[in-house]
Structure formats: structure tokens, C-alpha cells
């Protein structure tokens, strides 16, 4: 994925136990795990809230009566639907290939590249700028409520093998 993608370590004792079950077979569990936290971005993105839980930053005031859109970082739709999950050998990656996907999740400051100023609208009307700061607005993670999506996963799976 060239936006953005996580890897994330399984910390949790009984999820490894779990994984170390299934003897070989870790792709029949990390697509049903990759679907679950696909899901669980997208749950994130329509609460405004980061894998901890804290709010993502506001809007800038001048940015925020003409944003289009249902909520922050959902002014098309897009970057939230373009999440997706694919599954290697023994791992599964979660992100977006959208090339302004990094920006959002690690925050950064974009600056022309062909000319002397960014130009954009904002509610004053027009502006020119040199540059501008976007604050990180993480979506990709692993929040509680995954960690029990994975754990219900590995206990249907292994449920079913028995």
C-alpha cells in the first residue's frame, strides 16, 4: 500500500496462544482479523477518534464552516473507504493507498512544489500561504474493541477445529 499501511505486534498472551493453535494455518484466521479491523477503522473514522480514543484535533475555524462532508477527514469518502486489509503468509496489513492517507494518519506540513504559494479556500475566501501544518489525525490502530474483534476470531476458528 503506498499511502499508509500498520504493523502492529500481538502483545496479548492468550490472542498469541491462540495463533500458536492453529498450527500452520494463520492465513484462516488474518483475513476474518483483517476484515475486523478494516471495520474497526471505519467505526473510528465515523466517531472522529484515534485508536486510544481521544478526539481527533478540530478543524481550523476558517476551514471548518466550508468543509463538505459528514465529519472530519469524510469529505468525500474516500480515504475512510479506501481502508482495506491484505493478507501475507503470516501477517495481515491494514491501510490505505491513498497518497494523502500518511499525511492525515502522521500529521506534517505540505508546501508547494511548482510555485511560490499553496492556494486554497478557506471561509474568508482565497488564500495564498507558504505553507501549512496538518495536524496528525491517527485512524489506523488497534483499539479495545479490535483486540476483542481478534480474540472472537481466534475463538470461533479454533472453536470450529475441535
Known amino acids: 500500500m503506498a499511502g ?4 502492529a505486534q500481538i502483545q496479548d498472551a492468550q490472542v498469541r496462544e491462540g495463533l500458536k493453535q492453529l498450527a500452520g494455518a494463520p492465513k484462516k484466521a488474518l483475513a476474518p482479523i483483517g476484515m475486523a479491523l ?8 465515523r466517531a472522529g477518534v484515534d485508536p486510544d480514543g481521544a478526539a481527533w484535533e478540530k478543524l481550523h475555524p476558517l476551514y471548518a464552516p466550508i468543509k463538505r462532508g459528514p ?7 474516500l480515504l475512510m473507504r479506501s481502508v482495506s486489509s491484505r ?8 491501510g490505505s493507498g ?11 506540513v505540505i508546501v508547494p512544489k511548482r510555485a511560490r504559494f499553496l492556494r486554497f479556500r478557506l ?3 482565497m488564500v495564498k500561504a507558504l505553507k501549512v501544518t496538518i495536524p496528525s489525525r491517527p485512524f489506523l490502530g488497534i483499539d479495545r474493541q479490535d483486540e476483542q474483534e481478534i480474540g472472537d476470531v481466534l475463538e470461533a476458528i ?3 477445529g475441535r
Open 158 to 160: 479454533l472453536g470450529a
Open 71 to 77: 465529519g472530519i477527514l469524510r469529505a468525500s469518502g
Open 38 to 45: 478494516v471495520k474497526g477503522t471505519q467505526r473510528r473514522f
Open 4 to 7: 499508509v499501511s500498520i504493523v
Open 123 to 125: 471561509s474568508i475566501g
Open 87 to 94: 493478507v501475507g503468509a503470516d501477517e495481515v496489513r491494514v
Open 98 to 108: 491513498r497518497i494523502y492517507a500518511r499525511i492525515h494518519q502522521f500529521g506534517g
